[in-house]
C-alpha cells in the first residue's frame, strides 16, 4: 500500500499543499518545531481511520479562520489504485468520497489505505493506563476486521446502557441480565479476536524486539482475559450475573473487554515499572512492527509507517535494523534535523517551513 499524491486544503496550518510523486519507500520531512511535519503525518493518518491520531475533534483539524479543511490522495494497492476526498466541515461534519462514490459510514472508509503511526506520546502506552492499551488494541484490529468494529460498537451502546441502568435503585436486575447477554455475545466476538491477535502480536513483537536490540533481552505480551476463552460467551455472562450486586453497589460495569489489558513483560518484568525508557521505546517500536506484519498477513496489503520525530531518538544500531525490517514499505519519517538520517538510497527529502513543503 503506497500513497502517490496527497493533497491538502485549509487543514491545520497548512494553507494549500499538493504533494506529486510521492517515493513509493521513504519520505523524510524534516524542519524546524512548529512548521507543520506532524499536520502532515495527521492527514495521511486521518484518511485510514477517519479521526486524529492526536486525539482532537475533526472541528481543530480545520485551519484557524477557515470553513472547511480537504485531504486528498492517490493510492495504490497491489491490485487497484484510487483515490480519497476528504472534507471536514466541522464537528460530525464531513463528506468522504472513495474513487468519486460518497460513502456514509467511516466504517467504509477504516483500511482502505491503512497506516501505522509510532509518535513519541506512543510511549504511553506503555507507561499509562489499561485504556490506552485496549485503544491501540481496538483501532488495530477495527483496520483489519469490519466486523470487530461492528462488535465493538454494539458492545459500547449496550455497556453505555448498562451502566446507566446500574445506577437506577428502581430497575429490576431482569433487566440488567438482558443487558448482559447482550454484552456477552459481543464482547465474546471481541476477546476471541483480541486473544488471535495478541497471539500474533506476542510472536511477532518479541522477534522485531530481538532483532532490534544488540543485546539479549526479550520481550513478551500477555493478554489479561476477562474470563476462560473456551467457552468464552457462557463464562462470560455467568461472570457478569454473578456479579451484579457488585455492580449495583459500584454504579459500574466490572466484567467485559471495556475492563482488559495487555501485560506487556522486558525480560520478564513488567515494563511499566522496570524498563528504562530506552527498553521502553524499543518495546513499543517492536510492538508497531508487529501491527504492521499483522495487517499486512490479515490483508494482503503492508500499511504506510508514519514515524512522527521517533527515528532521531533511536541509536545507530536500531535505526539501521528498523530501516531493513521496512524496506520496501513506505514510510514517512519527520525529524528536527537530519543527523543520521540523510544517507538513505531510495529516499525523498522534503524541508518543512511555515507549512510550505519543499522537495531537497
Ligand atoms: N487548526 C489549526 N489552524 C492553524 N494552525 C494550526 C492548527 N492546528 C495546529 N496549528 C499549528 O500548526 C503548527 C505546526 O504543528 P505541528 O504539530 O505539525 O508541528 P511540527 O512541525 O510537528 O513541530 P515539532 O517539531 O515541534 O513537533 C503549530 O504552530 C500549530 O499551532
Ligand atoms: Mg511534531
Do not use: W
Amino acid at each position: 500500500m503506497k500513497i502517490k499524491k496527497l493533497a491538502l486544503q485549509d487543514f491545520r496550518n497548512f494553507g494549500i499543499l499538493n504533494l506529486e510523486q510521492l517515493n513509493s519507500e521513504i519520505n523524510v520531512f524534516s524542519g524546524k518545531n512548529a512548521m507543520g511535519k506532524t499536520n502532515l503525518i495527521e492527514a495521511i493518518n486521518y484518511i485510514s481511520c477517519g479521526r486524529s491520531f492526536r486525539s482532537v475533534p475533526d472541528q481543530k483539524l480545520i485551519r484557524d479562520g477557515q470553513k472547511f479543511a480537504g485531504i486528498h490522495a492517490q493510492y495504490e494497492t497491489v491490485s487497484h489504485q484510487g483515490k480519497i476526498e476528504i472534507g471536514i466541515f466541522g464537528e460530525a461534519k464531513r463528506s468522504v468520497r472513495v474513487n468519486g462514490l460518497p460513502i456514509k459510514k467511516i466504517s467504509e472508509l477504516i483500511g482502505i489505505v491503512n497506516s501505522i503511526v509510532f509518535a513519541p506520546e506512543d510511549l504511553r502506552i506503555i507507561k499509562e493506563s489499561p485504556s490506552l492499551r485496549r485503544k491501540m488494541m481496538d483501532m488495530e484490529l477495527c483496520k483489519i476486521s469490519a466486523s470487530y468494529y461492528h462488535s465493538l460498537q454494539s458492545y459500547n451502546i449496550a455497556l453505555k446502557s448498562k451502566n446507566k441502568l446500574l445506577k437506577d435503585a428502581h430497575v429490576d436486575d431482569t433487566l440488567i441480565r438482558v443487558y448482559n447477554e447482550q454484552m456477552a455475545q459481543y464482547g465474546a466476538e471481541l476477546i476471541k479476536k483480541r486473544a488471535e491477535f495478541i497471539e500474533d502480536l506476542n510472536k511477532y513483537s518479541s522477534d522485531f524486539y530481538e532483532n532490534l536490540q544488540e543485546i539479549d533481552e526479550n520481550i513478551q505480551l500477555r493478554y489479561k482475559i476477562s474470563a476462560a476463552l473456551d467457552d468464552i460467551q457462557f463464562n462470560l455472562l455467568e461472570k457478569m450475573q454473578n456479579n451484579i450486586k457488585k455492580e449495583r453497589e459500584m454504579g459500574i460495569s466490572l466484567i467485559g473487554p471495556h475492563r482488559e489489558d495487555i501485560e506487556i513483560l522486558v525480560n520478564g518484568r513488567d515494563s511499566k515499572i522496570y524498563a528504562s525508557q530506552g527498553q521502553q521505546r524499543t518495546a513499543m517500536l517492536a510492538i508497531k512492527l508487529a501491527c504492521l506484519e499483522i495487517a499486512e498477513k490479515k490483508t494482503g496489503e503492508s500499511p504506510i509507517l508514519l514515524l512522527d520525530d521517533v527515528f532521531s531518538e533511536l541509536d545507530k544500531h536500531r535505526r539501521e535494523k528498523l530501516m531493513e525490517i521496512v524496506s520496501k514499505k513506505q514510510v514517512f519519517i519527520t525529524c528536527t534535523d537530519l543527523e543520521g538520517i540523510s544517507h538513505f538510497k531510495n529516499a525523498s527529502y522534503y524541508y518543512v517551513e511555515n507549512a510550505n513543503v519543499k522537495k531537497e
